[in-house]
């Protein structure tokens, strides 16, 4: 249950900043706006579920939202999102990044902790 735990508590950090973001302004900019709002309610939904629902479909969303979330800011930083250019000097922008990580890399951990790629490992024996 730890890294559940673990993983849940990066969702909601991840969602915490976007939804600072969101009132800082972010809400204002289209698109990106309206998808600050779904990284948020996605990422206090799956935190729930993660901790509350004990299958391998919740850390498959976990680490799904980490990933694209922190994809979507590589893209926002290099090339833009939406016509969004924005850069990783702020607080925000590394605490986001850093718990997106987190948030995968737990997923992972439970999901292997829990027998989750037992029939990988049979494969290759």
């Known amino acids: ?7 849940a508590l990066a969702a909601v950090v991840t969602a ?3 939804l600072y973001l969101w009132f800082d302004g972010v809400r204002d900019q289209g698109t990106v706006g309206a998808l600050f709002v779904v990284n948020v309610v996605a990422g ?11 299958s391998w ?8 939202l980490g990933a694209t979330t922190l994809v979507a800011f590589v893209i926002a930083t290099t090339g833009g999102l939406f016509g ?3 850069t990783w000097d702020s607080w925000y922008a590394w605490v ?14 439970a999901a292997y902790a829990e027998g989750r790629f037992a029939s ?3 494969a290759e024996d």
């Open 1 to 7: 249950m730890g890294m559940r735990v673990i993983g």
């Open 44 to 54: 206090a939904v799956i935190a729930v579920l993660v901790v509350a629902w004990r």
């Open 16 to 18: 915490a900043v976007h």
């Open 96 to 109: 986001a990044a850093l718990s997106e990580v987190a948030a995968v890399l737990a997923a992972v951990a």
């Open 120 to 122: 990988l490992r049979k």
């Open 84 to 86: 969004i250019h924005t």
């Open 57 to 64: 479909v919740p850390l498959l969303l976990l680490a799904g």
